[in-house]
């Protein structure tokens, strides 16, 4: 072996090294790649909040492409995204079912009242049994269900219009909405 | 400076288990809550990602703990639940990651490192000891 070798060959592995550790420090911990991507969507029948004795039956949902927000009024990463909840709304675009994780009603609707009401229904969860049967651990999390009821897309914590644009936006092209 | 060094590591070893056993046991059955721990241990909290759903206080730690003893009692395996909360959560929520394609390098990465090193050094070794041996019959 001559000696650039000798000396190349390490600084190559270092520099392979370094590059993957680099690479960890950009990636997010909190970011687990969910299991149901792709699977159907865990069906439930919930009250919904503030139409009393009234129950969401997930089954009702076939045949449309929706999304399902997981919130809560405890959750200050969910206030933060409020108001884009509020302009995706305005559009009109897509069904948004809000999930209220986890709270208690008079608070969830507290909230809805002094920040508005981006969601079509508020579907209530109140001991997140809903929650673990879709893989909540970090609320706000968003689902896109389509028209078969499967989860094209899980993002966990609060939704960006980056996030709209280059992934959303784009599978709802594709899912024809 | 040693032995403090190990002495603290000793004490540090001794909160560390204190610690460990501080998840409330809600049920009155103790081999239940045996099991469960036993369980638990092996398992993720997601909210704290680095503690165990053992000695978590998260809420979800607390909800999945709930659950867990539900099943147990309506008879559940333990690899029944284990799979339940895979399903949910994916592998990561176990501790020890299953060997399939993906994770073949976690698992066999350091014995082929372990090999590699264990070349190279035979190598140099053997070099270092011809070139002694070259020495020593110019002298």
Not at chain 2, 89 to 94: A, I, L, M, Q
Request: proline residues 6%; glycine residues 6%.
């Amino acid at each position: 072996m001559n000696r650039t070798l000798k000396f190349l060959i390490p600084l190559i592995l270092f520099l392979v090294a370094v590059g993957f550790l680099t690479k960890g420090l950009f990636l997010n911990p909190r970011e687990v790649p969910s299991p149901l991507v792709g699977k159907p969507a865990p069906a439930f029948t919930a009250p919904i909040l503030g139409e009393a004795g009234k129950q969401f039956n997930s089954a009702d949902m076939k045949g449309q492409v929706w999304l399902l927000n997981v919130w809560a009024s405890w959750c200050a990463a969910c206030r933060d995204e409020h108001p884009l909840l509020m302009d995706m709304a305005q559009t009109k675009r897509i069904v948004m079912h809000g999930l209220a994780y986890k709270d208690v009603d008079a608070d969830a609707q507290q909230v809805l009242i002094a920040m508005g009401n981006p969601y079509n229904k508020v579907i209530t969860d109140t001991d997140g049994k809903i929650g673990i049967d879709y893989g909540v651990y970090g609320v706000p999390e968003t689902y896109l269900i389509d028209k078969a009821g499967i989860i094209r897309y899980k993002h966990i914590g609060p939704l960006t219009p980056e996030i709209l644009l280059t992934k959303v936006v784009p599978l709802l092209k594709e899912l024809d909405v | 400076m040693k032995k403090l060094m190990i002495l603290i590591f000793l004490f540090m070893q001794f909160f560390a288990t204190a610690y460990a056993g501080e998840a409330k046991p809600i049920s009155d059955d103790p081999a239940l809550e045996a099991r469960l721990k036993a369980m638990s241990q092996e398992l993720r909290c997601l909210v704290c990602q680095n503690s165990t759903l053992a000695d978590s206080d998260a809420p979800l730690a607390e909800d999945l703990r709930k659950e867990i003893r539900t099943q147990m009692r309506a008879g559940k395996s333990d690899q029944e639940i284990v799979d339940y909360l895979v399903a949910r959560y994916g592998d990561f929520v176990r501790y020890r990651p299953p060997v399939n394609n993906v994770t073949a390098i976690l698992w066999f990465g350091p014995f082929l490192l372990l090999l590699v090193g264990g070349f190279i050094m035979y190598r140099v070794l053997k070099k270092q000891a011809n070139d002694g041996d070259i020495q020593a019959e110019d002298e």
